[in-house]
DNA sequence: CAATGCGATGAATACGTATGCAGGGGCATC
DNA sequence: GATGCCCCTGCATACGTATTCATCGCATTG
């Protein structure tokens, strides 16, 4: 009969009602082969009435894990409020999925790199791991890294895969990315590429596509001009603007751009129609990424898609082992060629 | 001194080396005006050493809640596993940064609409509400709104604002948004003009910027002609260049195209560009919804802004007015012209 | 018939924190 | 010097679940 309870069912209410102990209810719920089905339907049927529902605070307390993964997006504090990089974004619609397929449960906060709380998600028990995203400037987080590191803290960093890392990274073979598409434009006759990104070990995406992006040069004779590689540390539209005036006002000539990413790219275009020049008859133009807006713009962006469903499967797997305890290593992922009318190959539809 | 601990540090532990009891601890932390500025500096200290950090499921075990709103997005379950809705995504990085300013934790999961445990994140006290995005077919979901509302939990939902709903709703204003935007392509001459997206009751945000639409017609002395419109249930590029192949086979003259959203505007363009329509001087095209690609397609999509900032604030302060148990009504948001060079305006740059 | 074993259940306790209630000590007032 | 008061602290308990250990009934076996 409707008897009014206050407050939420607990577990020793359908104890109560099933006439049993409240052990027995914890365990017929849980699927504990210790109990008899007949007293399990029992009391999963007069659960079901009572809206029951496991009190995850409790539970949690009691078996000291949440089964919660918190992911941290960093960000620069100086980033326009309301947008996030569309990348990330991507990246994080692939997480949540992938938390999903686990039965995981995700925490999602974005930080400014400036806070020291990285692990406070763990420690207080809010979730049993972290997955880290958008960590700019690597030399100047490594520390914090060491320190997750060495608190004993499960985490997986999506970023550049480097030798002697202290963490676990995740992160496509930026290198592999940038020789294929420098020499895609050199094959179609482009010979003075300009590079808009940092080159610094401080970012190591950004000169890992560099160095891919010299080795192509190297390996069809050429050598890389420094005057036509242009430093922008963050991937927002404006430094791609502002790189090429940049490039313009140092009078080298050059046929072909190699952007760091999509939106450096398509704030190149943007500097280059400003300019006069036609894009891809004049410049060639290509990015990295692959950002929905990449297909989009004039002339469509040629660039490198980094597989983000597969990455956010990979962090949240790894992620999950190291809780487990299992041995986890860093991996890289392949990249692949995506090619558009920017750089003047055949047009796309 | 270095002193080894098997596992985290607890309240007791603070409390034995600061020679308090847990009690004393506990207030400190908590910031209880009922200790010594003394103590409370020595059980600091100590707590910083020891890397203490309150245990968040005992911490809301016992104060029965968990500072923490959960983000349910749902989606129809035929869409892209790796797409999400840029708007939402858009909403989704507002709603984030408004639960850290209220000093909240956000919950992301994605939730197929066939789903019926909504309401498990507060019945199970991992979460103290909820805010509900993409509710889809309104007529479907409503009878779950109405459960929810039923069981006391706590929830704001994003979308139409209507009269007699059973729930608290936060959306833009649709109608006076659908309004504004055809009176501008009335001002610019346009007299027959398509909508794109469903009118019926089913989807109540595209049929109230229909209604606006229908409005601004009536007011300029033109009656709406059902020719002219064509239903597209979802918000996705495919349906917006099947819906200009429709308009086109029905053989009707029309001079410009209001899509119900971005999404379908950036499918009519691909449409009218393969039928060799040129946008917009044969064709004006606009949309809603104001998302990042609007600005970078060709042309530049002329569309309605909704403030996605002030949303996020919005959603995620009615919520905790519910918790709070605060009286809370519906709400609606203006909405902004944006003009760029899809409709005919003077062009931008 | 006693001994053994097994399947099912209950009692008791731990998880770590927050808080109502009680108490101790110091100071002021009369 | 006794009384009262206030400030601070400690004791004990509740939050709801999961799990270890003990128990009890029943069947099987020698």
């Given at each position: 009969m409707a008897t009014v309870m206050k407050g939420k069912a607990t577990s020793f209410d359908i104890a109560y009602k099933a006439g049993v102990s409240q052990s027995t209810v914890s365990r017929a719920l849980r699927g504990s082969?210790?109990?008899s089905d007949d007293t399990r339907h029992r009391i999963q049927t007069i659960a079901r009435e009572l809206n029951y529902k496991v009190d995850k605070n409790a539970s949690n307390l009691r078996r000291q894990h949440s089964v919660t993964l918190a992911l941290l997006l960093f960000e620069d504090?100086?980033?326009?409020?309301?947008?996030?990089?569309p990348f990330f974004l991507s990246m994080l619609g692939s997480i949540t999925r992938a938390c999903v397929r686990q039965g995981y449960d995700l925490l999602v906060s974005f930080q400014q790199?400036?806070?020291?709380?990285?692990a406070d998600y763990q420690d207080s028990h809010k979730a049993d791991g972290l997955i880290l995203l958008g960590y700019g400037d690597y030399l100047v987080s490594r520390s914090r890294l060491q320190k997750l590191v060495d608190q004993g803290t499960h985490f997986v960093r999506w970023g550049a895969v480097l030798e002697g890392q202290p963490d676990i990274s995740i992160g496509c073979d930026n290198a592999l990315g940038g020789r294929a598409i420098t020499d895609h434009l050199l094959a179609l006759g482009r010979r003075r590429i300009a590079f808009i990104g940092?080159?610094?070990?401080?970012f190591p995406e950004f000169s890992a596509r560099y160095r891919g992006h010299c080795e192509a040069l190297c390996a069809a004779g050429l050598e890389p001009d420094p005057a036509l590689q242009v430093d922008a540390s963050d991937s927002i539209e404006r430094l791609g603007i502002e790189s090429v005036q940049v490039l313009l006002s140092r009078g080298v000539p050059f046929d072909a751009i190699f952007a760091a990413s999509d939106l450096l790219a398509i704030g190149a275009l943007r500097a280059l129609a400003n300019a006069g020049l036609?894009?891809?008859?004049q410049v060639s133009v290509v990015g990295f990424d692959?950002?929905?807006?990449a297909s989009f713009v004039n002339p469509a962006l040629t660039t490198v898609m980094q597989d983000t469903k597969l990455a956010g499967e990979m962090l949240v797997d790894r992620v999950l082992r190291q809780i487990r305890g299992e041995p986890v290593e860093s991996a890289m992922l392949p990249a692949q060629l995506v090619i558009r009318r920017s750089c003047g190959a055949q047009a796309a539809p």
């Open positions: 082969s210790l109990v504090p100086t980033t326009d409020d309301s947008l996030i990089n790199l400036s806070n020291d709380w990285h940092d080159s610094s070990a401080h036609r894009v891809p008859e692959d950002i929905p807006t």
